[in-house]
């Protein structure tokens, strides 16, 4: 059974930074591309960041380009999202998913999802 564990969270003041992980166990991780999403309260998940297999290419969001970088280490089954010049409105629980590299910006292309962990961004 996959499982997805994202860890990083917390509570950070706007223009800060803040590394998210996400660990994978349950199947080969370096088969599949890994994405991030986020969901405000109230407001419907939405698509930040996504990496390739073997981490050849990666994609984002227009609102967090130049801000956030996706990486993976496949020895460790674990993906990184690394955000920085956070703002208020970035606040919401974020996601890690696996999947099969296709539709990469949709939940569509996503297989497994984790539980997500809490961004709190003060202004």
């Known amino acids: 059974q996959v499982q997805l564990v994202e860890s990083g969270g917390g509570l950070v003041q706007a223009g800060g930074s803040l590394r998210l992980s996400c660990a994978a166990s349950?199947?080969?991780?370096?088969?599949?591309?890994m994405g991030w999403f986020r969901q405000a309260a109230g407001k419907e998940r939405e698509f930040v960041a996504a990496?390739?297999?073997?981490?050849?290419?990666?994609h984002s969001a227009d609102s967090v380009k130049g801000r956030v970088t996706i990486s993976r280490d496949n020895a460790k089954n674990t993906v990184y999202l690394q955000m920085n010049s956070l703002t208020p409105e970035e606040t919401g629980i974020y996601y890690c998913?696996?999947?099969?590299?296709?539709?990469?910006?949709?939940?569509?292309?996503?297989?497994?999802w984790g539980q997500g962990t809490q961004v709190t961004v003060s202004s």
């Open positions: 349950g199947r080969t991780f370096s088969r599949y591309a």
């Open positions: 998913a696996e999947g099969s590299g296709y539709s990469i910006a949709s939940d569509m292309g996503y297989e497994y």
């Open positions: 990496i390739s297999w073997n981490g050849a290419w990666s």
